[in-house]
């Protein structure tokens, strides 16, 4: 950007691959960053003027853009955006009524309006919508009374509604929640207590409750927490004093404890952390001096240390960072300079700098004036 723009942060708020910042600030010269969201080949960000852009894999048309062509540079999606939120191959955003939309792949219902067909222009699919969050291919969303509602595929019952039958349409499924967070084939989910909830499937005892069994409606696991962020089959959360906490699968060491050895309960990873975001099998979070970390599965260089070489502990990649969001095997960070930076996989153009080549060092995106 050619002004240097100066932020205030005002409010936090992680979720899933997702993440949201409210800005309270003197009025700035023109729109800035306030979400990103990484899916498993597309990225998404939301600006103050709430406009939504995207761009990468749109095989599914999870740009919803009328079109199935991928997008190598951003495009502009719509306006009237509050919050987002990328999945597996679909998409999730919230406009400022609280309706919800969604687009892209359909297949298990993800998108939620009755359907399996995929949609490759936003449909309207409730209202009164706070917060989303999209796994690999279900939706999780919140609504105004703090309500509980999940759609999309089950067949792990991530759904939480006891059931292993896909929902085309979102399912009441709790109440009482603040937070949530999709993943593959487990979902989390704070309540107003502080309470951390957990569901889906157990295998080799990673939902964290230190017992092997598949879980089908919610169940307790922690408290204390106010920030989640579940991966595909691996998790983490933080505390109300910034302490990092993770578990589930580690085969390329995304839990970060330095081993290679699953989790079947929390382990502590670090501390002083403020945001935290979980890819397929790598994981990112934010300190609250700006620094960002990086570990895990790195194939595509998606940890942005400038290798391949997966990390079983957490290293540090950067500074001066407000925003992360972990995808598939890309990542994306928003710093406080108001740039966006983009790193790791990029075979569908999901990085935004207009090539199909990766990435093993953030690189930044800029968009259309």
Request: glycine letters at 16%.
């Given at each position: ?21 409210t ?12 979400g ?32 199935s ?20 191959a679909?998409s999730l ?8 939309w ?27 919508f ?9 939706s ?26 896909d ?58 927490y ?25 085969d ?112 930044q ?5």
């Open positions: 950007m050619k002004k240097k723009i100066s932020i205030t942060i005002c409010s936090v708020v992680v979720a899933g691959l997702a993440l949201i910042l800005y309270g600030c003197e009025k700035e010269d023109k729109p800035i960053i306030t990103i969201a990484a899916g498993y080949g597309h990225s998404l960000v939301l600006k103050s003027d709430g406009t939504l852009w995207g761009w990468g894999n749109n095989n599914s048309s999870q740009m919803g853009d009328g079109t062509d991928n997008r190598s540079t951003p495009v502009k999606l719509g306006t009237g955006y509050t919050n987002l939120a990328a999945g597996g679909h955003a919230v406009k400022s009524d609280g309706t919800l969604a687009w892209g792949s359909n297949v298990d219902g993800q998108v939620g309006d009755g359907t399996i067909e995929n949609k490759n222009t936003p449909v309207q699919t409730g209202t009164d706070v917060k989303i969050s999209a796994g690999y291919a279900y999780m969303g919140l609504k105004t009374d703090n309500s509980l509602y999940t759609w999309g595929d089950n067949h792990f019952y991530q759904l939480g509604d006891g059931t292993m039958v929902r085309t349409s979102p399912v009441k499924t709790g109440t009482d929640f603040v937070a949530i967070s999709a993943g593959g084939v487990g979902s989390l989910a704070i309540k107003t207590d502080g309470t951390l909830w957990m569901w889906g499937w157990d295998g080799e005892g990673t939902l964290g409750d230190g017992i092997d069994e598949n879980v089908t409606t919610p169940e307790q696991i922690g408290t204390g106010v920030a989640i962020a579940a991966g595909y089959n691996h998790y983490l959360a933080l505390t109300e004093n910034g302490d990092l906490w993770a578990w589930g699968y580690n390329y060491g995304q839990v970060g404890d330095g081993t290679f050895y699953d989790r079947d309960q929390p382990v502590q990873i670090g501390f002083d952390f403020i945001a935290i975001s979980a890819g397929w099998a790598h994981s990112m979070a934010l300190k609250s001096d700006g620094s960002l970390w990086t570990w895990g599965w790195n194939a595509s260089g998606q940890l942005g240390d400038g290798t391949t070489y997966d990390k079983i502990s957490p290293v540090q990649v950067g500074s001066g960072y407000l925003m992360i969001a972990a995808g598939g095997a890309h990542s994306m960070a928003a710093k406080s300079n108001g740039t966006l930076w983009t790193w790791g996989e990029n075979q569908g153009g999901q990085l935004g700098d207009g090539s199909t080549t990766d990435s093993y060092l953030p690189k995106v800029n968009f259309p004036e």
